[in-house]
């Protein structure tokens, strides 16, 4: 895994996108940059090089979940990576995400031993 | 309210009747004649008020059946006292996961000072060639261990800081829930306002004030216990077992 692949979080709370990127500089890597809701995080991606994308679903504007289906639509983005953190917890809500193509789930609140396993999954099957 | 030409004829009619009454002293039919004439106000004062209080009638009834109203009274309510209940634990738990972090962080810190201090001392002799030989194996053995204890206390600090960096995620997920309470006290303004038109006179139910039902919504916010039941995962272990049963 390239600890220098350039990462979008997405979150419309900045403590939670603070908390990531810390967690993220803990476990290597220190390529992030932030966005807080779909809306902003969309032109970022179409735009920069980013190679993983962890996302919170709740965010007014664009939700994650839309942000999701908007990358997956997307020829240039669809094959990134996303990682959903996110407090929704129902069981409609995990199995709509993984319909809609995403790469793993972490529910609120959270620990750095998940977020760090879950990160590792996701790379771990891209590289297979 | 316009008056009949009927009704204005009568009134006429006992108009000149009363003024011959009193023209001829017949005090006891003048009186009799007023007491007819008053009738006519207050006929019409009664249909007013009837009117009146029909409409306010209709508007409360109205008011009332409004599914809005019942389902916060019932629902909402209670469960805004529930979700901010759950902001003051959610909130205690991560100001006490914080304080014990930093209770158990700065006794490490200084016994690293300590340590740090009491070799610098023996360190400064060193090298002002103050020590024998003994001494020296000592500020050695002291040296080395320092170098293995300061690796684990740093490791320790950094766990706790991580600890302490984690507990902070409570202000996105109370948030999240004042959020939704803060919607709510603000529809129950409106309905207040709405009620307070009505008591006035000639309010009328606002058309299409129905606010945006939270089930509308594809976000729910984060999951209250003894307030969101149903299809919830419990922890990250399910979400695990609920994905990993979808094929992940």
Do not use: C
Request: charged share 25%; glycine share 6%; aromatic share 4%.
């Amino acid at each position: 895994m390239n600890k220098n692949m350039k990462i979008l979080i997405v979150d419309d709370f900045s403590t939670m996108r603070r908390i990531i990127k810390n967690l993220l500089r803990d476990l290597g890597f220190t390529n992030t940059q932030e966005a807080d809701d779909g809306l902003t995080a969309l032109p970022m991606l179409q735009s920069g090089s980013f190679e993983f994308l962890i996302t919170d679903w709740n965010m007014p504007g664009m939700q994650g979940i839309d942000l999701l289906k908007a990358v997956r639509a997307d020829d240039k983005l669809k094959g990134l990576p996303v990682l959903m953190v996110t407090a929704e917890s129902k069981r409609d809500q995990i199995v709509e995400a993984a319909q809609a193509g995403v790469n793993g789930y972490v529910v609120k609140p959270f620990t750095a031993g998940t977020l760090e396993e879950k990160i590792n999954k996701i790379f771990e099957r891209v590289a297979a | 309210m316009a008056e009949s030409a009927v009704q204005i004829d009568d009134k006429l009619q006992l108009a000149k009747s009363l003024v011959s009454h009193l023209e001829s002293g017949d005090d006891d039919g003048a009186v009799s004649v007023i007491a007819e004439l008053a009738g006519f106000r207050d006929s019409l004062l009664f249909q007013e008020v009837g009117r009146l209080t029909r409409e306010l009638h209709d508007a409360i009834n109205g008011f009332v059946t409004d599914a809005r109203i019942a389902d916060i009274a019932q629902n909402e309510m209670p469960n805004a006292a529930e979700r901010l209940r759950y902001v003051i634990a959610t909130t205690e738990q991560a100001a006490n996961t914080t304080l014990g972090a930093v209770e158990d962080s700065l006794p490490l810190a200084d016994s690293l000072r300590s340590d740090a201090r009491h070799l610098g001392d023996q360190w400064a002799r060193f090298k002002s060639r103050q020590l024998n030989v003994e001494d020296f194996r000592e500020l050695s053995n002291e040296l080395s261990h320092f170098l293995d204890t300061t690796q684990a206390t740093t490791e320790e600090l950094h766990n706790k800081l991580s600890e302490v960096l984690l507990a902070q995620g409570y202000q996105d997920i109370t948030g999240q829930i004042i959020r939704k309470v803060i919607d709510l006290v603000n529809d129950v303004e409106s309905k207040l306002v709405e009620l307070i038109r009505l008591s006035g006179h000639r309010a009328k139910p606002a058309e299409g004030t129905e606010s945006v039902s939270a089930k509308d919504i594809a976000a729910h916010g984060p999951a209250v216990p003894g307030v969101d039941t149903g299809d919830i995962v419990n922890g990250q272990d399910d979400v695990d077992d609920l994905l990993s049963s979808l094929g992940f």
